[in-house]
């Protein structure tokens, strides 16, 4: 079930799941459905990591990257009290903005409308 989530929120993103190599993202998924709970805090904190990344990085990057943190987010939100699931739609809200920009950037017009 988790792997279907995975492979359906990459082709959300845009990031194709099949015939091309993306080793690192599979991983940082598995390393992502192992970890556990985030503050709200540590949530802030990844969105200024990924709006750092947007300036310093190639947005293939940054987009997969976003793909692994997006898929946390919208898990920790099936369980989390009524006020964190309002500040974590804030969170989703923020990083999808910065998954839009980098979309933008490769070209993916329709994608960043999405």
Known sequence: MKRRQVVQLLATLGISAVGTPHEPVR??????????????????LTISDHLHALRTRPPTTVREGLAVDLFAVKRQ????????TTELHRVIAALAMIQANASTRLGQHGTSIH
């Open 77 to 84: 939100q099936e369980t989390a009290s009524v006020p964190e």
């Open 27 to 44: 991983q940082l998924l598995a390393q992502s459905l192992e970890s556990g709970y985030r503050d709200l805090n540590a949530w802030h």
